[in-house]
């Protein structure tokens, strides 16, 4: 035990000298402790958040690149570049990017897209832009409307060069300019082979079983050989058909069988017309416009040309300037400069091009540029009856027997009327774009018409620019264009260009 208690002694004394030693000694390894930890925790979060940071502005800096790179590739479009490029080499400039040479000779099978249709900015209703169309004067443009894209350009022609093209088309001499059904119709109904009932429900735009006046009165102008027929009209046709026994304007599907196709002809012809019951009641002429033109008229052109931002041979392709003029109650009632293009219909003017037969045709007129050559001294208005609607309904035209495509008595209804002023030139686009530089749909807001003239005479000028909605079809007929006009430069010995007169039939001048 005295062993025990004094080793217990020998050992407190060391605890206590540990204890004493741990007292009276000078710190200095603890307190460093957390003062390196500290630094160091420090160190690990400050480096994390900034790495972070760095990440996310990485990030950032990726997605706009990729953002601007999307939208300059769909703003330009693959066309822009190529259509770029074809512009230095004719200019001859060298580009390092030029496209093989197949691309430069593409087959009839498929072309390039080597061709991009810039549009006009309309922005809004009432503003005004500057464009320079001529030396040393500057033009201004005038939103009239955004449905359909719709411009007026004041002084556009000065008053000598409306003057000009008056005189030339008096020189050439006008005829009449009435609409009328083309000849082979008969032929193209016995072609399409369409029943009664089959007639009936394409003219039934509601497809409520019934025909009403304005089902039938709307299709009037274009199947009716070119001849107006309003409510009352259709009224006088059924009673002396006797095609609605029960009165009530309405034909039902038992009372249109009764009809033979060619009854309405026949009860107007009985009857007779009056000049002011036509679809058109004007006489017009055309105007070359190409070389070997009168220098007014080529210099029109290329103002035109300046105007839309179009590549000159697709304005050079087109139809020659068309004259017009209205005497004391001349009219064009509402219609549709272009007809919509389906894949059964051709266009005009590449229709040699199309390499398929089609019972239809329409006139494909991308753009319509109209001239006022003389200011008019009571109505001759240009109305666009649903200029700027919310929605365009067909069937709604006509409501309450008030027919908007009336100009002889409903122009003051329309939503939008242009005044013919002396110089004045109006552009409006007949189709929409398909969001890739070329022709799109049809635009059903450019019905327009010619109001009624009550006092003196209207002389007007139209530019329609020609472009097939089908790009192959309009490549391929420029190409054949191309061809025919170098066989006739070896034939002649020199550089030549087939005229749009050669190209264009009379009959290719459709008044739609």
Request: hydrophobic share 30%.
């Amino acid at each position: 035990m005295v062993r025990n208690h004094i080793r217990s002694k020998m050992i407190e004394p060391q605890c206590c000298d540990d204890g004493d030693e741990h007292e009276t000694l000078p710190l200095p390894t603890l307190p460093p402790m957390p003062r390196e930890r500290v630094p160091l925790q420090k160190s690990s979060i400050c480096s994390r958040s900034y790495f972070m940071v760095v990440m996310v502005f990485f990030h950032v800096y990726i997605i706009n690149v990729i953002v601007l790179l999307l939208y300059v590739h769909y703003n330009n479009g693959p066309g822009d570049v190529l259509a770029t490029q074809n512009r230095d080499e004719a200019s001859g400039g060298s580009s390092h990017h030029k496209p093989p040479e197949s691309h430069q000779q593409p087959s009839y099978s498929g072309f390039q897209r080597d061709m991009y249709l810039p549009r006009l900015e309309g922005i809004r209703v009432g503003h005004v832009q500057k464009v320079s169309l001529v030396p040393d004067k500057v033009h201004e443009m005038r939103t009239l409307s955004l449905k359909p894209l719709l411009f007026e350009i004041p002084g556009f022609l000065s008053e000598e060069e409306c003057r000009v093209v008056v005189q030339l088309a008096q020189l050439k001499g006008l005829m009449e300019s009435q609409v009328m059904v083309p000849e082979g119709q008969e032929e193209l109904t016995e072609q399409l082979n369409l029943s009664p009932d089959e007639i009936f429900n394409l003219l039934d735009l509601n497809q409520d079983g019934q025909l009403q006046l304005q089902e039938v009165g709307g299709q009037a102008g274009m199947l009716r050989d070119g001849i107006w027929l309003t409510p009352e009209n259709l009224r006088e046709i059924y009673a002396g058909l006797k095609a609605d026994p029960d009165g009530n304007g309405l034909l039902s599907l038992e009372e249109f069988r009764s009809l033979d196709s060619n009854a309405f002809q026949r009860f107007l012809q009985q009857r007779g017309v009056k000049s002011s019951q036509l679809v058109r009641n004007s006489r017009h002429t055309w105007l070359y416009q190409g070389k070997g033109a009168h220098q007014v008229l080529r210099d029109l052109k290329k103002r035109v040309t300046r105007l839309t931002r179009l590549p000159s041979a697709l304005v050079d392709l087109s139809e020659p300037l068309q004259v017009v003029r209205y005497e004391q109650g001349g009219h064009y009632h509402a219609h549709h400069d272009s007809g919509p293009v389906y894949p059964e219909t051709a266009c005009t003017h590449t229709r040699l091009a199309a390499n398929t037969s089609t019972p239809f045709e329409t006139s494909c007129r991308y753009i319509t540029v109209l001239f006022y050559l003389n200011s008019v001294e009571g109505g001759g208005e240009t109305a666009f009856p649903v200029a700027d609607n919310r929605t365009y309904e067909e069937v709604s035209l006509i409501q309450n027997d008030v027919d908007l495509m009336d100009t002889r008595k409903n122009c003051d209804k329309s939503n939008l009327r242009v005044n013919p002023t002396k110089g004045t030139a109006v552009l409006w686009y007949n189709y929409l774009s398909d969001g890739q530089g070329w022709v799109g749909e049809q635009d059903e807001y450019s019905l327009h018409g010619g109001c009624v003239v009550t006092r003196g005479t209207k002389w007007v000028a139209n530019n329609w620019i020609n472009i097939d909605p089908d790009y192959q079809r309009q490549a391929r007929y420029q190409q054949l264009v191309s061809q025919q006009g170098e066989e006739d430069a070896e034939d002649e010995g020199e550089q030549s260009q087939p005229s749009p007169e050669q190209l264009h039939t009379a009959d290719s001048h459709q008044e739609l």
